[in-house]
Protein backbone atom coordinates (compact mmCIF):
# COMPACT_ATOMS: atom_id res chain seq x y z
CA UNK A 1 0.00 0.00 0.00
CA UNK A 2 1.96 3.18 0.98
CA UNK A 3 5.33 3.09 0.89
CA UNK A 4 7.99 2.68 3.57
CA UNK A 5 9.22 6.56 3.46
CA UNK A 6 5.55 7.42 3.56
CA UNK A 7 4.69 5.19 6.97
CA UNK A 8 7.12 7.55 8.58
CA UNK A 9 5.31 10.50 8.22
CA UNK A 10 2.40 8.56 9.18
CA UNK A 11 0.68 9.16 5.81
CA UNK A 12 -1.17 7.02 3.53
CA UNK A 13 -0.51 7.73 -0.39
CA UNK A 14 -3.48 7.03 -2.59
CA UNK A 15 -2.69 4.37 -4.67
CA UNK A 16 -4.73 6.44 -7.55
CA UNK A 17 -3.23 9.93 -8.02
CA UNK A 18 -0.64 9.59 -5.48
CA UNK A 19 -1.44 12.11 -2.92
CA UNK A 20 -0.26 12.09 0.43
CA UNK A 21 -3.26 11.53 3.35
CA UNK A 22 -3.93 11.44 6.75
CA UNK A 23 -3.76 8.32 8.60
CA UNK A 24 -6.85 8.38 9.92
CA UNK A 25 -8.31 9.09 6.25
CA UNK A 26 -10.94 6.65 4.65
CA UNK A 27 -10.86 8.42 1.32
CA UNK A 28 -8.38 10.12 -0.53
CA UNK A 29 -8.71 13.90 0.04
CA UNK A 30 -7.68 15.03 -3.31
CA UNK A 31 -9.71 12.37 -5.31
CA UNK A 32 -12.40 10.36 -3.12
CA UNK A 33 -10.70 6.84 -3.63
CA UNK A 34 -11.19 4.74 -0.81
CA UNK A 35 -7.73 4.27 0.51
CA UNK A 36 -8.14 0.80 1.85
CA UNK A 37 -8.40 -0.29 -1.92
CA UNK A 38 -5.89 -2.72 -3.63
CA UNK A 39 -4.43 -1.65 -6.48
CA UNK A 40 -6.15 -3.83 -8.41
CA UNK A 41 -4.84 -4.23 -12.06
CA UNK A 42 -6.09 -6.76 -14.04
CA UNK A 43 -3.38 -9.34 -15.67
CA UNK A 44 -2.89 -7.56 -19.06
CA UNK A 45 -2.17 -4.08 -16.61
CA UNK A 46 -5.36 -2.26 -16.92
CA UNK A 47 -6.01 -0.83 -13.25
CA UNK A 48 -9.47 0.03 -12.44
CA UNK A 49 -10.44 3.42 -11.43
CA UNK A 50 -11.46 3.92 -7.71
CA UNK A 51 -15.19 2.78 -6.75
CA UNK A 52 -15.62 6.13 -4.94
CA UNK A 53 -17.85 5.65 -1.84
CA UNK A 54 -21.28 7.30 -1.69
CA UNK A 55 -20.64 10.44 -0.18
CA UNK A 56 -16.81 10.89 -0.29
CA UNK A 57 -15.74 14.33 0.34
CA UNK A 58 -13.12 15.74 -2.26
CA UNK A 59 -11.12 18.99 -1.26
CA UNK A 60 -9.53 21.59 -3.70
CA UNK A 61 -8.91 24.81 -3.34
CA UNK A 62 -10.88 25.92 0.25
CA UNK A 63 -13.73 24.23 -1.56
CA UNK A 64 -15.78 20.94 -1.63
CA UNK A 65 -17.17 17.54 -4.08
CA UNK A 66 -19.38 15.47 -2.33
CA UNK A 67 -20.21 12.35 -5.29
CA UNK A 68 -22.94 11.46 -4.05
CA UNK A 69 -25.25 7.94 -5.56
CA UNK A 70 -23.29 4.83 -7.13
CA UNK A 71 -25.37 4.18 -10.43
CA UNK A 72 -25.13 7.82 -11.75
CA UNK A 73 -23.23 9.62 -9.32
CA UNK A 74 -23.74 13.22 -8.18
CA UNK A 75 -20.79 15.52 -8.35
CA UNK A 76 -22.21 18.41 -5.82
CA UNK A 77 -19.73 21.35 -5.43
CA UNK A 78 -19.69 23.61 -2.61
CA UNK A 79 -17.90 26.13 -3.67
CA UNK A 80 -16.41 28.87 -1.31
CA UNK A 81 -16.07 32.67 -2.21
CA UNK A 82 -13.10 33.38 -4.56
CA UNK A 83 -12.81 29.80 -5.93
CA UNK A 84 -14.91 29.03 -9.60
CA UNK A 85 -15.22 25.49 -12.15
CA UNK A 86 -16.42 25.58 -15.20
CA UNK A 87 -18.05 23.36 -16.94
CA UNK A 88 -20.17 22.34 -20.66
CA UNK A 89 -23.40 22.67 -21.23
CA UNK A 90 -25.91 19.81 -20.45
CA UNK A 91 -24.20 18.84 -16.96
CA UNK A 92 -25.90 20.69 -14.00
CA UNK A 93 -28.47 19.49 -11.80
CA UNK A 94 -29.81 21.51 -9.39
CA UNK A 95 -27.91 24.65 -8.53
CA UNK A 96 -28.64 27.74 -5.47
CA UNK A 97 -30.23 30.60 -7.39
CA UNK A 98 -27.63 32.94 -6.22
CA UNK A 99 -24.86 31.18 -7.47
CA UNK A 100 -23.70 33.43 -10.58
CA UNK A 101 -23.22 32.29 -13.86
CA UNK A 102 -20.62 33.87 -16.49
CA UNK A 103 -19.72 32.67 -19.80
CA UNK A 104 -15.77 32.20 -21.03
CA UNK A 105 -15.55 32.75 -24.60
CA UNK A 106 -13.11 30.48 -26.44
CA UNK A 107 -10.29 30.90 -29.23
CA UNK A 108 -11.11 28.74 -32.53
CA UNK A 109 -14.97 29.18 -31.88
CA UNK A 110 -16.07 28.75 -35.57
CA UNK A 111 -13.84 25.63 -35.84
CA UNK A 112 -15.02 24.13 -32.47
CA UNK A 113 -18.64 24.59 -33.35
CA UNK A 114 -18.02 22.58 -36.72
CA UNK A 115 -16.00 20.07 -35.05
CA UNK A 116 -19.73 19.48 -32.48
CA UNK A 117 -17.78 20.98 -29.66
CA UNK A 118 -19.31 23.58 -27.60
CA UNK A 119 -17.40 26.73 -27.71
CA UNK A 120 -18.69 28.56 -24.77
CA UNK A 121 -18.23 27.01 -21.65
CA UNK A 122 -20.36 28.41 -18.27
CA UNK A 123 -18.06 29.05 -15.58
CA UNK A 124 -19.68 29.24 -12.07
CA UNK A 125 -18.47 31.14 -8.95
CA UNK A 126 -18.49 30.61 -5.28
CA UNK A 127 -19.71 31.47 -2.79
CA UNK A 128 -22.84 28.68 -3.55
CA UNK A 129 -23.86 25.22 -3.96
CA UNK A 130 -24.00 23.16 -7.65
CA UNK A 131 -24.48 19.56 -8.79
CA UNK A 132 -23.16 18.20 -11.90
CA UNK A 133 -24.57 14.69 -13.21
CA UNK A 134 -24.79 12.82 -16.79
CA UNK A 135 -27.34 11.27 -18.97
CA UNK A 136 -26.26 7.81 -18.36
CA UNK A 137 -25.08 5.09 -16.15
CA UNK A 138 -21.06 5.36 -15.16
CA UNK A 139 -18.24 6.44 -12.99
CA UNK A 140 -16.74 9.90 -12.21
CA UNK A 141 -13.24 10.26 -12.23
CA UNK A 142 -11.35 12.13 -10.51
CA UNK A 143 -8.14 13.14 -11.48
CA UNK A 144 -6.35 16.11 -9.56
CA UNK A 145 -4.26 17.83 -11.96
CA UNK A 146 -0.67 18.43 -10.17
CA UNK A 147 1.71 21.89 -11.73
CA UNK A 148 2.76 20.95 -15.11
CA UNK A 149 0.25 18.29 -16.06
CA UNK A 150 -1.25 18.20 -19.09
CA UNK A 151 -3.94 15.52 -19.67
CA UNK A 152 -6.15 15.28 -22.97
CA UNK A 153 -9.81 14.22 -22.91
CA UNK A 154 -12.02 12.83 -25.06
CA UNK A 155 -14.80 15.19 -26.48
CA UNK A 156 -17.80 16.30 -23.81
CA UNK A 157 -16.86 13.59 -21.62
CA UNK A 158 -15.25 16.11 -18.40
CA UNK A 159 -18.13 17.31 -15.83
CA UNK A 160 -15.99 20.40 -14.09
CA UNK A 161 -13.07 21.29 -13.75
CA UNK A 162 -11.86 23.91 -11.29
CA UNK A 163 -10.34 27.42 -12.17
CA UNK A 164 -6.65 27.25 -11.95
CA UNK A 165 -7.02 24.59 -14.60
CA UNK A 166 -6.49 26.05 -18.05
CA UNK A 167 -8.71 25.05 -21.15
CA UNK A 168 -8.06 24.50 -24.50
CA UNK A 169 -8.21 22.27 -27.32
CA UNK A 170 -6.03 19.69 -29.90
CA UNK A 171 -7.06 18.19 -33.29
CA UNK A 172 -6.10 14.75 -33.81
CA UNK A 173 -5.13 14.73 -37.33
CA UNK A 174 -5.20 10.79 -37.56
CA UNK A 175 -8.58 9.98 -36.58
CA UNK A 176 -10.26 12.31 -39.01
CA UNK A 177 -11.45 9.34 -41.60
CA UNK A 178 -13.18 7.61 -38.61
CA UNK A 179 -14.95 9.68 -36.21
CA UNK A 180 -15.56 12.83 -38.19
CA UNK A 181 -15.66 12.21 -42.15
CA UNK A 182 -12.98 14.34 -43.08
CA UNK A 183 -13.44 16.96 -40.56
CA UNK A 184 -10.87 16.27 -37.82
CA UNK A 185 -11.42 15.09 -33.98
CA UNK A 186 -11.01 17.77 -31.52
CA UNK A 187 -10.50 16.54 -27.95
CA UNK A 188 -10.06 18.92 -24.90
CA UNK A 189 -6.53 19.70 -23.09
CA UNK A 190 -6.44 20.54 -19.43
CA UNK A 191 -3.14 22.26 -18.16
CA UNK A 192 -2.44 22.71 -15.05
CA UNK A 193 -0.15 25.91 -14.84
CA UNK A 194 1.32 26.92 -11.11
CA UNK A 195 -1.40 26.01 -8.78
CA UNK A 196 -2.80 22.30 -8.60
CA UNK A 197 -6.85 21.69 -9.90
CA UNK A 198 -9.04 19.59 -9.76
CA UNK A 199 -10.76 17.91 -12.72
CA UNK A 200 -13.61 15.51 -13.02
CA UNK A 201 -14.77 13.02 -15.70
CA UNK A 202 -17.71 11.13 -16.54
CA UNK A 203 -16.60 7.66 -18.39
CA UNK A 204 -19.87 5.51 -19.71
CA UNK A 205 -19.67 2.18 -18.09
CA UNK A 206 -16.43 1.56 -16.06
CA UNK A 207 -13.12 3.14 -16.21
CA UNK A 208 -9.88 1.77 -16.53
CA UNK A 209 -6.29 3.12 -16.65
CA UNK A 210 -3.06 2.18 -17.98
CA UNK A 211 0.55 3.30 -17.55
CA UNK A 212 2.21 2.72 -21.03
CA UNK A 213 6.10 2.53 -21.24
CA UNK A 214 7.94 4.78 -23.55
CA UNK A 215 7.59 3.13 -27.01
CA UNK A 216 4.76 0.38 -25.64
CA UNK A 217 1.11 0.61 -27.33
CA UNK A 218 -2.04 -0.53 -27.25
CA UNK A 219 -5.17 -0.89 -29.99
CA UNK A 220 -8.17 0.87 -28.65
CA UNK A 221 -11.38 0.97 -29.75
CA UNK A 222 -12.03 4.33 -30.92
CA UNK A 223 -14.92 5.10 -28.77
CA UNK A 224 -13.55 3.29 -25.43
CA UNK A 225 -10.99 6.70 -25.41
CA UNK A 226 -11.80 8.96 -22.32
CA UNK A 227 -8.59 10.68 -21.60
CA UNK A 228 -3.97 9.95 -21.82
CA UNK A 229 -1.45 11.92 -20.73
CA UNK A 230 -0.19 14.70 -23.63
CA UNK A 231 3.01 12.75 -24.20
CA UNK A 232 0.95 9.40 -25.48
CA UNK A 233 0.50 9.68 -29.05
CA UNK A 234 -2.42 8.46 -30.78
CA UNK A 235 -3.11 7.45 -34.48
CA UNK A 236 -5.26 5.42 -36.37
CA UNK A 237 -4.84 1.93 -38.02
CA UNK A 238 -6.95 0.33 -40.46
CA UNK A 239 -7.09 -3.21 -40.27
CA UNK A 240 -7.93 -5.32 -43.30
CA UNK A 241 -10.55 -8.09 -41.74
CA UNK A 242 -9.88 -10.52 -44.86
CA UNK A 243 -13.33 -12.78 -45.66
CA UNK A 244 -11.11 -15.17 -48.11
CA UNK A 245 -13.74 -13.75 -50.94
CA UNK A 246 -14.06 -10.37 -52.00
CA UNK A 247 -13.97 -7.25 -50.65
CA UNK A 248 -14.06 -7.59 -46.79
CA UNK A 249 -14.45 -5.29 -44.39
CA UNK A 250 -12.32 -2.79 -42.79
CA UNK A 251 -11.91 -1.75 -39.12
CA UNK A 252 -10.18 0.62 -37.27
CA UNK A 253 -8.52 0.95 -34.12
CA UNK A 254 -6.60 3.91 -32.53
CA UNK A 255 -2.90 3.07 -31.59
CA UNK A 256 -1.73 4.61 -28.60
CA UNK A 257 2.18 4.77 -27.79
CA UNK A 258 3.54 5.72 -24.48
CA UNK A 259 4.74 7.30 -21.84
CA UNK A 260 1.97 7.70 -20.26
CA UNK A 261 -1.42 6.46 -19.07
CA UNK A 262 -4.29 6.32 -21.10
CA UNK A 263 -7.76 6.10 -19.85
CA UNK A 264 -10.87 3.98 -21.23
CA UNK A 265 -14.16 3.49 -20.73
CA UNK A 266 -15.99 -0.01 -20.92
CA UNK A 267 -19.38 1.53 -22.51
CA UNK A 268 -18.14 2.90 -25.89
CA UNK A 269 -19.58 4.97 -28.76
CA UNK A 270 -19.75 3.16 -31.87
CA UNK A 271 -18.28 5.24 -34.74
CA UNK A 272 -19.43 3.36 -37.87
CA UNK A 273 -17.40 3.39 -40.89
CA UNK A 274 -18.31 3.61 -44.66
CA UNK B 1 -13.31 0.51 15.36
CA UNK B 2 -15.41 -0.55 12.32
CA UNK B 3 -19.03 0.70 11.56
CA UNK B 4 -21.49 -2.05 12.39
CA UNK B 5 -23.60 -0.88 9.64
CA UNK B 6 -21.56 -1.75 6.53
CA UNK B 7 -17.56 -2.34 7.75
CA UNK B 8 -15.96 0.96 6.96
CA UNK B 9 -13.15 2.09 9.01
CA UNK B 10 -13.87 4.83 11.36
CA UNK B 11 -12.60 8.23 12.01
CA UNK B 12 -11.29 8.15 15.36
CA UNK B 13 -13.79 10.65 16.96
CA UNK B 14 -16.27 10.48 14.54
CA UNK B 15 -19.97 10.61 15.30
CA UNK B 16 -20.85 8.73 11.99
CA UNK B 17 -19.70 6.33 9.72
CA UNK B 18 -18.45 8.56 6.57
CA UNK B 19 -18.96 4.98 4.52
CA UNK B 20 -22.82 4.97 5.31
CA UNK B 21 -23.74 7.42 7.57
CA UNK B 22 -24.92 5.63 10.25
CA UNK B 23 -24.13 7.16 13.94
CA UNK B 24 -21.03 5.27 15.04
CA UNK B 25 -21.90 3.13 18.05
CA UNK B 26 -20.36 4.53 21.52
CA UNK B 27 -19.48 0.64 22.95
CA UNK B 28 -16.95 -1.30 21.34
CA UNK B 29 -19.93 -4.28 19.95
CA UNK B 30 -23.35 -2.39 20.81
CA UNK B 31 -24.70 -2.52 17.31
CA UNK B 32 -27.57 0.00 16.98
CA UNK B 33 -29.94 -2.59 14.83
CA UNK B 34 -32.45 -2.76 17.15
CA UNK B 35 -33.43 -1.40 20.23
CA UNK B 36 -33.34 -3.07 23.71
CA UNK B 37 -37.21 -4.62 23.66
CA UNK B 38 -36.83 -7.70 25.43
CA UNK B 39 -39.63 -10.04 25.14
CA UNK B 40 -41.93 -8.81 22.99
CA UNK B 41 -45.14 -11.07 23.63
CA UNK B 42 -45.33 -13.93 21.31
CA UNK B 43 -49.21 -13.84 20.87
CA UNK B 44 -49.57 -10.01 21.35
CA UNK B 45 -48.68 -7.33 18.65
CA UNK B 46 -45.46 -5.63 19.38
CA UNK B 47 -46.39 -2.34 21.44
CA UNK B 48 -44.77 0.26 19.20
CA UNK B 49 -47.27 -0.76 16.19
CA UNK B 50 -50.34 -0.48 18.93
CA UNK B 51 -49.94 3.39 19.46
CA UNK B 52 -52.31 5.16 17.31
CA UNK B 53 -50.80 7.36 15.14
CA UNK B 54 -53.21 9.70 13.33
CA UNK B 55 -51.00 12.04 10.99
CA UNK B 56 -53.43 12.37 7.49
CA UNK B 57 -51.34 13.82 4.97
CA UNK B 58 -48.40 14.59 6.86
CA UNK B 59 -45.10 14.51 4.86
CA UNK B 60 -42.62 11.77 6.08
CA UNK B 61 -40.68 13.01 9.60
CA UNK B 62 -37.09 13.92 8.18
CA UNK B 63 -35.51 13.20 11.93
CA UNK B 64 -35.94 9.11 11.55
CA UNK B 65 -37.34 8.06 14.86
CA UNK B 66 -35.76 4.79 15.06
CA UNK B 67 -38.13 1.35 15.11
CA UNK B 68 -41.32 3.26 15.33
CA UNK B 69 -41.22 5.29 12.15
CA UNK B 70 -39.43 4.60 8.68
CA UNK B 71 -37.44 8.04 8.03
CA UNK B 72 -38.64 7.57 4.29
CA UNK B 73 -41.73 6.73 4.20
CA UNK B 74 -43.53 6.99 7.29
CA UNK B 75 -44.91 3.71 8.08
CA UNK B 76 -45.02 2.47 11.29
CA UNK B 77 -42.29 -0.14 12.37
CA UNK B 78 -42.08 -3.16 13.64
CA UNK B 79 -39.59 -3.47 16.64
CA UNK B 80 -38.00 -6.27 15.21
CA UNK B 81 -38.01 -5.28 11.35
CA UNK B 82 -34.96 -5.06 9.39
CA UNK B 83 -36.46 -3.72 6.23
CA UNK B 84 -38.86 -1.09 6.21
CA UNK B 85 -42.61 -2.96 4.94
CA UNK B 86 -43.44 0.50 3.20
CA UNK B 87 -40.85 0.99 1.29
CA UNK B 88 -37.92 -1.33 2.06
CA UNK B 89 -35.31 0.89 3.16
CA UNK B 90 -33.31 -0.57 5.52
CA UNK B 91 -33.91 0.00 8.82
CA UNK B 92 -30.58 0.33 10.55
CA UNK B 93 -29.71 3.15 7.79
CA UNK B 94 -30.21 6.55 9.12
CA UNK B 95 -31.79 8.80 6.38
CA UNK B 96 -28.41 10.22 4.43
CA UNK B 97 -28.06 14.18 3.84
CA UNK B 98 -26.06 15.09 1.46
CA UNK B 99 -23.95 18.58 2.82
CA UNK B 100 -26.54 20.41 1.14
CA UNK B 101 -29.16 18.71 2.80
CA UNK B 102 -30.61 15.77 -0.17
CA UNK B 103 -31.95 13.25 1.32
CA UNK B 104 -30.86 9.54 -0.61
CA UNK B 105 -33.29 6.82 -1.16
CA UNK B 106 -32.39 4.56 1.82
CA UNK B 107 -30.36 1.74 1.17
CA UNK B 108 -32.99 -1.15 0.41
CA UNK B 109 -31.55 -4.98 0.83
CA UNK B 110 -31.97 -7.09 -2.05
CA UNK B 111 -35.07 -8.82 -1.88
CA UNK B 112 -36.71 -6.45 0.92
CA UNK B 113 -40.18 -7.25 1.03
CA UNK B 114 -43.17 -4.37 1.16
CA UNK B 115 -46.75 -5.30 2.22
CA UNK B 116 -49.88 -4.09 0.92
CA UNK B 117 -53.61 -5.23 1.71
CA UNK B 118 -53.12 -9.16 1.79
CA UNK B 119 -50.21 -8.88 -1.03
CA UNK B 120 -47.14 -8.49 -1.09
CA UNK B 121 -44.05 -7.39 -3.13
CA UNK B 122 -40.72 -7.86 -3.39
CA UNK B 123 -37.78 -5.70 -5.49
CA UNK B 124 -35.40 -7.99 -6.55
CA UNK B 125 -32.38 -6.57 -8.12
CA UNK B 126 -30.18 -3.29 -7.31
CA UNK B 127 -28.98 -2.47 -10.87
CA UNK B 128 -32.42 -2.85 -12.75
CA UNK B 129 -34.46 -3.58 -9.92
CA UNK B 130 -37.66 -6.05 -10.33
CA UNK B 131 -40.74 -5.61 -8.30
CA UNK B 132 -42.27 -9.16 -7.96
CA UNK B 133 -45.91 -8.78 -6.80
CA UNK B 134 -47.67 -11.61 -5.59
CA UNK B 135 -51.27 -10.47 -5.46
CA UNK B 136 -53.69 -12.19 -2.86
CA UNK B 137 -57.15 -12.42 -3.92
CA UNK B 138 -58.96 -9.02 -3.96
CA UNK B 139 -56.01 -6.68 -4.61
CA UNK B 140 -55.10 -5.37 -7.58
CA UNK B 141 -52.32 -3.36 -9.47
CA UNK B 142 -52.56 -1.25 -12.38
CA UNK B 143 -49.71 -0.43 -14.55
CA UNK B 144 -48.22 1.69 -17.06
CA UNK B 145 -47.21 0.07 -20.62
CA UNK B 146 -44.17 -1.72 -21.51
CA UNK B 147 -42.96 -2.19 -18.01
CA UNK B 148 -44.41 -6.29 -17.46
CA UNK B 149 -41.84 -8.57 -17.32
CA UNK B 150 -43.84 -11.71 -16.47
CA UNK B 151 -46.59 -13.01 -14.87
CA UNK B 152 -48.30 -16.30 -13.86
CA UNK B 153 -50.45 -17.17 -16.65
CA UNK B 154 -53.35 -17.51 -13.99
CA UNK B 155 -52.78 -13.42 -13.33
CA UNK B 156 -56.04 -12.22 -14.96
CA UNK B 157 -54.99 -8.71 -17.07
CA UNK B 158 -57.80 -6.24 -18.04
CA UNK B 159 -57.59 -2.67 -19.26
CA UNK B 160 -58.64 0.27 -17.45
CA UNK B 161 -60.05 2.88 -19.13
CA UNK B 162 -58.52 6.87 -18.62
CA UNK B 163 -60.57 9.66 -18.60
CA UNK B 164 -59.75 12.73 -21.57
CA UNK B 165 -58.24 9.66 -24.00
CA UNK B 166 -57.96 12.15 -26.94
CA UNK B 167 -56.26 14.77 -25.40
CA UNK B 168 -54.04 12.25 -23.99
CA UNK B 169 -52.94 10.57 -27.41
CA UNK B 170 -51.97 13.83 -28.75
CA UNK B 171 -49.81 14.14 -25.41
CA UNK B 172 -48.14 11.40 -26.32
CA UNK B 173 -49.59 9.06 -22.86
CA UNK B 174 -50.72 6.10 -22.37
CA UNK B 175 -54.30 5.42 -23.61
CA UNK B 176 -55.34 2.81 -21.63
CA UNK B 177 -53.66 1.42 -18.29
CA UNK B 178 -53.35 -2.21 -17.90
CA UNK B 179 -54.82 -3.80 -14.56
CA UNK B 180 -54.04 -7.16 -13.08
CA UNK B 181 -55.59 -9.01 -10.08
CA UNK B 182 -54.83 -11.26 -7.59
CA UNK B 183 -54.18 -14.53 -7.35
CA UNK B 184 -50.81 -14.92 -9.14
CA UNK B 185 -47.64 -13.63 -9.37
CA UNK B 186 -46.60 -10.41 -11.95
CA UNK B 187 -43.40 -8.88 -11.99
CA UNK B 188 -42.55 -5.22 -13.27
CA UNK B 189 -39.20 -3.43 -14.10
CA UNK B 190 -38.23 -0.65 -16.87
CA UNK B 191 -35.78 -0.72 -18.98
CA UNK B 192 -32.69 1.69 -17.41
CA UNK B 193 -30.34 1.43 -14.85
CA UNK B 194 -31.90 2.83 -11.77
CA UNK B 195 -33.41 2.92 -8.79
CA UNK B 196 -37.25 1.90 -7.54
CA UNK B 197 -39.29 4.48 -5.35
CA UNK B 198 -41.79 3.19 -3.06
CA UNK B 199 -44.37 5.88 -2.19
CA UNK B 200 -46.55 4.79 0.29
CA UNK B 201 -49.12 7.15 -0.22
CA UNK B 202 -51.53 7.26 3.03
CA UNK B 203 -55.17 8.13 3.13
CA UNK B 204 -55.81 11.69 1.67
CA UNK B 205 -52.07 11.98 0.64
CA UNK B 206 -51.15 12.70 -3.03
CA UNK B 207 -48.18 12.71 -5.09
CA UNK B 208 -47.49 14.53 -8.36
CA UNK B 209 -44.80 12.92 -10.81
CA UNK B 210 -43.58 13.58 -14.02
CA UNK B 211 -44.83 11.48 -17.08
CA UNK B 212 -43.61 8.04 -17.95
CA UNK B 213 -41.78 7.13 -14.52
CA UNK B 214 -44.91 5.59 -13.05
CA UNK B 215 -44.30 2.04 -12.88
CA UNK B 216 -47.47 0.64 -10.65
CA UNK B 217 -50.05 1.43 -8.23
CA UNK B 218 -52.38 -0.69 -6.20
CA UNK B 219 -55.88 -0.62 -7.01
CA UNK B 220 -56.65 1.67 -4.03
CA UNK B 221 -54.60 4.81 -5.13
CA UNK B 222 -56.59 7.24 -7.69
CA UNK B 223 -54.49 8.09 -10.95
CA UNK B 224 -55.56 11.73 -12.01
CA UNK B 225 -53.44 13.78 -14.57
CA UNK B 226 -53.49 17.80 -15.05
CA UNK B 227 -51.57 19.98 -17.30
CA UNK B 228 -48.32 21.31 -15.94
CA UNK B 229 -48.49 24.91 -17.84
CA UNK B 230 -44.69 24.72 -17.71
CA UNK B 231 -43.71 25.31 -21.47
CA UNK B 232 -41.92 27.77 -24.07
CA UNK B 233 -41.84 28.56 -27.27
CA UNK B 234 -38.66 28.92 -29.88
CA UNK B 235 -38.74 29.96 -33.18
CA UNK B 236 -36.53 28.41 -36.11
CA UNK B 237 -37.14 30.27 -39.19
CA UNK B 238 -40.43 29.52 -40.03
CA UNK B 239 -40.68 26.58 -37.77
CA UNK B 240 -42.09 27.70 -34.15
CA UNK B 241 -41.87 25.03 -31.52
CA UNK B 242 -43.41 24.64 -28.08
CA UNK B 243 -41.64 22.81 -25.25
CA UNK B 244 -43.05 21.58 -22.45
CA UNK B 245 -39.19 20.82 -20.09
CA UNK B 246 -41.09 18.73 -17.57
CA UNK B 247 -43.70 17.07 -19.73
CA UNK B 248 -47.18 18.73 -21.03
CA UNK B 249 -48.99 16.41 -18.27
CA UNK B 250 -48.14 15.22 -14.96
CA UNK B 251 -49.51 12.61 -13.37
CA UNK B 252 -50.77 13.03 -9.69
CA UNK B 253 -51.51 10.05 -7.58
CA UNK B 254 -53.85 10.17 -4.41
CA UNK B 255 -54.14 7.51 -1.28
CA UNK B 256 -57.96 7.11 -0.91
CA UNK B 257 -59.41 5.40 2.09
CA UNK B 258 -56.86 2.86 3.23
CA UNK B 259 -52.63 3.09 2.31
CA UNK B 260 -51.74 2.65 -1.39
CA UNK B 261 -48.40 1.70 -2.82
CA UNK B 262 -47.10 3.69 -5.35
CA UNK B 263 -43.82 2.51 -7.32
CA UNK B 264 -41.77 4.48 -9.63
CA UNK B 265 -38.96 3.73 -11.63
CA UNK B 266 -36.28 6.82 -11.85
CA UNK B 267 -32.64 6.88 -14.09
CA UNK B 268 -29.53 6.81 -12.05
CA UNK B 269 -29.61 7.65 -8.01
CA UNK B 270 -32.47 9.78 -6.70
CA UNK B 271 -32.21 12.35 -3.75
CA UNK B 272 -35.45 14.19 -2.04
CA UNK B 273 -35.61 16.98 -0.36
CA UNK B 274 -38.20 18.71 1.75
CA UNK B 275 -38.64 22.39 0.93
CA UNK B 276 -39.72 24.37 3.76
CA UNK B 277 -42.10 26.76 3.02
CA UNK B 278 -41.00 29.40 0.38
CA UNK B 279 -37.81 28.12 -0.32
CA UNK B 280 -36.83 27.32 -3.35
CA UNK B 281 -34.58 25.30 -5.37
CA UNK B 282 -33.58 25.48 -9.37
CA UNK B 283 -33.55 21.65 -10.85
CA UNK B 284 -32.93 20.45 -14.37
CA UNK B 285 -36.56 20.15 -15.41
CA UNK B 286 -35.90 16.57 -17.15
CA UNK B 287 -34.20 15.54 -13.32
CA UNK B 288 -37.53 16.04 -11.34
CA UNK B 289 -38.99 12.73 -9.91
CA UNK B 290 -42.02 13.58 -7.96
CA UNK B 291 -43.15 16.84 -5.67
CA UNK B 292 -45.71 16.82 -3.48
CA UNK B 293 -48.69 19.21 -4.83
CA UNK B 294 -47.80 22.01 -2.56
CA UNK B 295 -44.92 22.27 -4.04
CA UNK B 296 -45.38 25.69 -7.28
CA UNK B 297 -43.34 24.63 -10.22
CA UNK B 298 -42.44 27.40 -12.77
CA UNK B 299 -39.71 28.19 -15.58
CA UNK B 300 -36.83 30.17 -14.66
CA UNK B 301 -34.25 31.27 -17.42
CA UNK B 302 -30.97 32.24 -16.17
CA UNK B 303 -28.46 34.41 -18.58
CA UNK B 304 -24.97 33.91 -17.44
CA UNK B 305 -22.66 37.11 -17.84
CA UNK B 306 -20.77 37.44 -20.49
CA UNK B 307 -17.75 39.59 -21.33
CA UNK B 308 -18.70 39.83 -25.12
CA UNK B 309 -21.78 40.73 -27.22
CA UNK B 310 -24.30 38.31 -26.44
CA UNK B 311 -26.25 37.72 -29.60
CA UNK B 312 -30.10 36.33 -30.13
CA UNK B 313 -29.96 32.86 -29.72
CA UNK B 314 -28.09 33.04 -26.37
CA UNK B 315 -30.36 34.94 -24.56
CA UNK B 316 -32.11 32.13 -22.65
CA UNK B 317 -29.04 30.04 -22.00
CA UNK B 318 -30.32 27.84 -19.28
CA UNK B 319 -33.75 26.92 -18.47
CA UNK B 320 -34.16 25.85 -14.75
CA UNK B 321 -37.72 24.78 -13.20
CA UNK B 322 -37.81 27.04 -10.12
CA UNK B 323 -39.46 24.74 -7.26
CA UNK B 324 -40.80 26.28 -4.17
CA UNK B 325 -42.06 24.94 -0.82
CA UNK B 326 -43.34 23.80 1.01
CA UNK B 327 -43.32 20.15 0.17
CA UNK B 328 -40.95 17.36 -1.20
CA UNK B 329 -38.89 17.37 -4.37
CA UNK B 330 -37.49 14.55 -5.67
CA UNK B 331 -34.98 14.00 -8.43
CA UNK B 332 -32.63 11.97 -10.24
CA UNK B 333 -29.11 11.97 -11.45
CA UNK B 334 -29.62 11.13 -14.92
CA UNK B 335 -32.08 13.57 -17.20
CA UNK B 336 -32.55 13.71 -20.59
CA UNK B 337 -31.12 16.48 -23.00
CA UNK B 338 -34.05 18.91 -23.07
CA UNK B 339 -34.70 20.59 -26.35
CA UNK B 340 -34.82 24.52 -27.18
CA UNK B 341 -32.68 25.02 -24.67
CA UNK B 342 -30.36 27.83 -25.45
CA UNK B 343 -32.44 28.81 -28.21
CA UNK B 344 -34.44 31.98 -29.12
CA UNK B 345 -37.61 31.70 -26.89
CA UNK B 346 -40.49 33.89 -27.98
CA UNK B 347 -43.03 33.14 -25.27
CA UNK B 348 -43.05 30.82 -21.93
CA UNK B 349 -45.50 30.70 -19.65
CA UNK B 350 -45.11 31.86 -16.03
CA UNK B 351 -41.22 32.51 -15.08
CA UNK B 352 -38.40 33.80 -13.58
CA UNK B 353 -35.14 35.40 -14.96
CA UNK B 354 -31.72 36.23 -13.41
CA UNK B 355 -29.37 38.31 -15.60
CA UNK B 356 -25.77 38.34 -14.15
Request: with cysteine; glycine share 10%; net charge neutral.
Amino acid sequence: MSTPQAEQFERLQCQWCQSLNEKSALACGSCGAPLDVRNLVSESGWREAPRIRDMTEIHFSSSTCQVEGEIVPVAEINLSPGDAIFFEHHVMLWKDDTVPLTLMALSGGLKRAFGGMPFLISVATGPGRIAFSRDATGELVVLPLHPGMEIDVREHAFLLSSHQIQYSFVRIKGLANILFGGQGMYMDRFVTAGSPGLLILHGYGNVFERVLKAGESIMLEPGAFLYKDSSVTMDVEFQKLGTGFFGGATMSLARVTGPGRVGIQSMYVHHKTE
Amino acid sequence: MFCVNCGSRLVADGRFCTGCGAPAASGPSAPVVEPPVAAVPVAGPPPSVVRPVPQPAAPPAEVPVRATRCSWCGSPLDASATSCPGCGGKVTEMAVATRSGWLQLPGRKDMAKLQFGQSTCQIEGLYVPVADMNLAAGDSVYFAHHVLLWKDPATEVTTMPLKGAWKRMFAGMPLIMTQAAGPGHIAFSRDAPGELIAVPLHPGQSVDVREHLFLTATGNVVYDWFQTGVWFRTKNGDDTETHYPVGAFMDRFSGTGQPGLLLLHASGNVFVRNLGPGETMLVKPTALIFKDPAVEMHLHFEHPQTGFMAWGSWSNRYVWLRVVGPGRVAVQSVFEHMHGEGSYIQGFSYATERRW
